[in-house]
């Protein structure tokens, strides 16, 4: 069973940044295409941000040069630098599987809040 861990969260200034870290068990990691998800409190699950396993890049446009997806497949991790964090990017982020009609049980996400 696949186990996520999703950490560095926190509570964040407009305009601050947050650097993300999703570690997966496993040593199969390199072989899965891998997203970051967020969800707003009464909003559903939503992509922000996609990596596959050539490490191509895929954003929604709401992040759209603000936000940087990565992968140290060494490690069984992937990171989600954000910059010029804004009120609206509040919710708690996920990271799964991405592009497959199936996801891994998620873990329990970290909390991203930008308040002044």
């Known amino acids: 069973q696949v186990q996520l861990v999703e950490s560095g969260g926190g509570l964040v200034q407009p305009g601050g940044s947050l650097r993300l870290s999703c570690a997966a068990s496993?040593?199969?990691?390199?072989?899965?295409?891998m997203g970051w998800y967020r969800q707003a409190p009464g909003k559903q699950r939503e992509l922000v941000a996609g990596i596959l396993t050539d490490s191509s890049t895929q954003y929604a446009d709401s992040v759209k040069g603000r936000f940087t997806i990565s992968r140290d497949n060494a490690k069984n991790t992937i990171y989600l630098q954000m910059n010029t964090l804004k009120p609206e990017d509040t919710a708690v982020y996920y990271c799964?599987?991405?592009?497959?009609?199936?996801?891994?049980?998620w873990g329990q996400g970290t909390q991203v809040t930008v308040s002044s």
């Open positions: 496993g040593s199969f990691f390199s072989v899965y295409h």
């Open positions: 799964n599987l991405w592009r497959y009609n199936n996801n891994w049980p």
